[in-house]
């Protein structure tokens, strides 16, 4: 069984950073590929950054493009977001998700949450002003 826990939230004032890390374990994790999503209360879930099995490629959001990292270590199980000059709009449970199907090639709907089967438990940012 896939496990997929998410650390490293926190309150952080408007500017700040955090670095959120994803710890996945249960199947073979260099083979899939991974997303970090976000949701506000009383808002939908949205996507905020991909990356591809091996780490080759990666999608960001616009809302979050030049701001935000996404990383992998393979060696590690571990999957990373670095969120640099915090807005308070960013303000959202994050949560980590992977792929159903190995090895897939990117697409555009490696942006969508429906590309995604299994999902941490999230964890929350807080950005103040």
């Known amino acids: 069984q896939l496990q997929l826990v998410e650390s490293g939230g926190g309150l952080v004032q408007a500017g700040g950073s955090l670095r959120l890390s994803c710890a996945a374990s249960g199947r073979t994790f260099s083979r899939y590929a991974m997303g970090w999503f976000r949701q506000a209360p009383g808002k939908e879930r949205e996507f905020a950054a991909y990356i591809n099995w091996s780490g080759s490629r990666t999608y960001y959001a616009d809302s979050v493009k030049d701001r935000f990292t996404i990383s992998r270590d393979n060696g590690k199980n571990m999957v990373y977001l670095q969120m640099n000059s915090l807005k308070p709009e960013d303000t959202a449970v994050y949560y980590c998700?992977?792929?159903?199907?190995?090895?897939?090639?990117?697409?555009?709907?490696?942006?969508?949450?429906?590309?995604?089967?299994?999902w941490g438990q999230g964890t929350q940012v807080t950005v103040s002003s």
């Open positions: 998700a992977q792929q159903k199907l190995p090895w897939q090639i990117s697409t555009a709907h490696d942006m969508s949450a429906s590309a995604y089967e299994y």
